[in-house]
């Protein structure tokens, strides 16, 4: 067997030194020494007996053998190392063959359950035993009945009697335009009959259905989560070190503005890639760095960032959509601090003539240290997914994301990297084209002040009693009624939002082709869980505006100008009769407003007006004054129906805007409409109606409906530039 050094040297330097001189008298050459086969079977028989033999019993094995008692030290040291590893070895073979072995089995098991059928009726069998099934029905019974008991405890407190005294229910055809313009029934355009709305007439709708873009059903290999699991490691290691960065001239500073850009020559140098060579030409590159401190903890934070719906929650006016595809692993790399997922989501601006980003896209999360955590998305290429993604412009994430880290009384401090490679199929609008080359569109600073605004908002909501005024006098009476009207506000302003770029794979469609600003129209079903199975008209216009966003929000959102824009007002009055604030700036808030002289004093409008250095929304949506009481009361919200319009507002990205806080604007005044565009900031107005078809498959849409929604739209965007002086 083996050998150990020679007899010779001392414990210290021995005559095994490899770094010894060679003219050293007292340094002596290694000697090699092979056992013979009388010792390796002696100290084989002992290393059965006592693999861990003691210094008498190596003392007496070495003066049987004529060793030293260093050799056989070493001898057994060798033997215990050499036994150890014929052991893992085997263990290792035994772990493959069961791991082969369970592989094909469930590989057998799939391909079983593909054609597998019914033996009772032929068709695909239930996955779960039929008494669970059973069980579960029983339980979502006995909840849908409570759920009825409840709502009908609240509708007889408005309709005097008890819900099972009312007589059957005929279907109702309602006006398109109803809901839309109810606050001022009687007067203007909405005093027609109900309009017969075709739907086959914008392409890409049909008649009898308007379906959700299905999500394809993937099948994740344990090759494929490997994968997912090396480019999600690289790509947590690429964004530390952007995020990090400050002394290796990754990024640099705008002499314009001062934002934080990243130097491509530095980055392809730090970051090589294969085929760097081959870059498409007309991919842009798009990249920033911005960080920011919000109201809310890291944990918190975290846990939203990996759901899918609370993520389009934080971000409504940034993520149109959002899914989760995968759960690739939860507790990877021996801790049960990271998750990776696969996901998909659409990215949007705020307005008809931008087309959206759509990714898939893995989303991993890593607790690098108590109280700080990254979570990083990087683009992931899905079996046919060139054919699943609609939108003109190709965008691949590169390794974007961002850091975490507490801070004191449940602060977080937020850096956030955003970095893609964007191709457009299409020419960009020329109203949007500054904002989105410039790189605000979709970078950081945008995520990071979205990100301060909506924590703002739930901070102010869990703070009793201190964010509202009742100019009425106790209209809204109790904290619980805060609740439940800030929620209200919440699916109204998400309503909006996802109107905007409707999530069921419809197009917009130009209806109208104006000189000065293009009407466009889709058609989609409403996300509204009110009224789940309506069809919706949405019809948006974009206009460039000579003022500040900042002045250009003040218009909007004051009650007192209201009628200066408001063409189904007919310039009556409207009063505030509720004011519930959820920021710290006096725009963010929620209101009720009242309209005066009209024939219909049931009727009530919910305002929301929120703003951000990234741009602004004001919506507003006609309810009913039941409905508004079941608000007040502090009842669930949820099926009230809702059909917001209302406004988008940004900054035209301009070079003299490029860093421009709205914050520090002056509110809004005549005097300061008429400016030339290349002197001052400008804003894009995005106008937003939604008009409801109808319940009914069947329903058809006229010409006179689009000579409605154009009228609408036009009369609108006439009144506003009158009001500003921008004619």
């Given at each position: ?161 008890p819900i099972s005294q009312l007589p059957p229910v005929q279907p109702i055809h309602i006006s398109s335009l109803d809901l839309s313009m109810a606050s001022f029934g009687g007067h203007g355009i909405n005093a027609g009959p109900t309009l017969d709305l075709d739907l086959d007439l914008l392409p890409g709708s049909s008649s009898s259905v308007i379906p959700n873009m299905p999500f ?483 329903a058809r849409m006229s010409p006179e409906t689009v000579n409605t929604v154009n009228n609408l739209i036009g009369n609108t965007v006439h009144q506003i530039k009158a009001a500003l002086n921008c004619n």
């Amino acid at each position: 067997m083996e050998f150990s050094s020679g007899v010779g040297g001392g414990g210290g330097g021995g005559g095994g030194s490899s770094g010894g001189d060679a003219s050293d008298p007292h340094r002596r050459k290694k000697r090699y020494h092979r056992h013979t086969a009388h010792q390796i079977q002696r100290l084989e028989s002992m290393f059965k007996e006592c693999p861990h033999p003691d210094e008498k019993t190596r003392n007496l094995l070495s003066r049987e053998l004529g060793l030293h008692p260093r050799q056989i030290k070493f001898w057994f040291q060798n033997r215990r190392t050499q036994m150890k590893a014929q052991h893992e070895r085997s263990d290792n073979c035994a772990l493959r063959a069961d791991n082969d072995k369970i592989r094909c089995e469930n590989i057998a098991i799939r391909e079983a359950l593909k054609n597998i059928i019914c033996p009772s009726c032929g068709g695909p069998p239930v996955t779960e035993d039929s008494y669970f099934d059973e069980q579960k029905l029983r339980i979502e019974n006995a909840q849908l009945k409570e759920e009825l008991d409840r709502v009908s405890s609240i509708a007889a407190k408005y309709i005097g009697r008890p819900i099972s005294q009312l007589p059957p229910v005929q279907p109702i055809h309602i006006s398109s335009l109803d809901l839309s313009m109810a606050s001022f029934g009687g007067h203007g355009i909405n005093a027609g009959p109900t309009l017969d709305l075709d739907l086959d007439l914008l392409p890409g709708s049909s008649s009898s259905v308007i379906p959700n873009m299905p999500f394809p059903s993937m099948s994740v290999s344990d090759l494929d989560k490997s994968l997912m699991s090396d480019i999600a490691a690289s790509a947590m290691d690429e964004l530390i070190r952007l995020v990090q960065s400050n002394e290796d001239h990754l990024w640099i500073k705008s002499s314009s503005d001062g934002r934080e850009m990243l130097n491509l020559e530095t980055y392809e140098r730090t970051f090589p890639r294969p085929n760097d060579h081959l870059k498409n030409p007309n991919v842009r590159i798009e990249a920033s760095r911005d960080s920011g401190v919000v109201i809310m903890n890291s944990l918190a934070l975290v846990d939203m960032f990996m759901d899918a719906n609370k993520w389009v929650e934080l971000f409504p006016t940034i993520v149109s959509r959002a899914r989760t595809i995968e759960v690739i692993s939860s507790g990877m790399l021996g801790s049960q601090s990271s998750t990776l997922q696969l996901m998909y989501e659409e990215l949007q601006v705020l307005s008809a003539l931008v087309p959206t980003r759509q990714f898939y896209f893995l989303r991993f999360r890593q607790q690098i240290e108590p109280g700080l955590w990254a979570i990083v998305n990087v683009s992931y290429n899905v079996p046919h997914q060139e054919s699943q993604l609609s939108s003109s412009c190709k965008a691949q994430r590169l390794p974007s994301g961002c850091l975490i880290q507490d801070m004191p009384n449940g602060y977080s401090k937020i850096t956030w990297v955003e970095h893609c490679e964007v191709e457009d199929k299409a020419p960009i609008h020329r109203l949007y084209r500054d904002l989105i080359q410039s790189g605000l569109a979709f970078g950081a600073e945008r995520w990071i002040s979205t990100l301060q605004r909506t924590c703002e908002r739930v901070a102010y909501l869990m703070v009793p009693g201190n964010s509202s005024r009742d100019p009425g006098g106790g209209v809204i009476p109790s904290p619980e009624g805060k609740r439940s009207m800030t929620r209200l506000a919440q699916r109204m302003v998400s309503n909006f939002c996802s109107s905007i770029n409707p999530s069921n794979g419809q197009q917009w469609t130009s209806v109208s082709g104006l000189n000065e600003f293009e009407v466009r129209a889709t058609l989609h079903r409403s996300t509204d869980p009110a009224q789940p199975n309506a069809v919706v008209l949405s019809a948006a216009a974009t206009i460039w505006l000579p003022i500040p966003p900042q002045s250009v929000f003040n218009f909007f959102r004051d009650e007192r100008t209201r009628p200066q824009w408001d063409v189904l007002s007919n310039q009556n009055p409207v009063q505030e009769v509720a004011h519930i604030s959820n920021g710290s700036h006096p725009g963010n808030c929620i209101s009720i407003l009242r309209a005066y002289n009209t024939s219909q004093n049931n009727m009530l409008i919910l305002q929301e007006s929120c703003i951000d250095s990234s741009g602004s929304i004001v919506v507003h949506c006609p309810v009913d004054l039941p409905s508004i009481n079941v608000a007040m009361s502090g009842e669930d919200p949820t099926f009230l129906p809702l059909l917001p319009s209302g406004f988008t507002i940004s900054p035209d990205g301009g070079p003299h805007q490029l860093h421009h806080n709205q914050y520090d604007v002056a509110s809004t005044s005549s005097s300061n409409s008429n400016v030339d565009r290349s002197s001052s900031s400008g804003s894009l107005v995005t106008v937003v109606f939604q008009i409801l078809v109808s319940n009914s498959p069947s329903a058809r849409m006229s010409p006179e409906t689009v000579n409605t929604v154009n009228n609408l739209i036009g009369n609108t965007v006439h009144q506003i530039k009158a009001a500003l002086n921008c004619n």
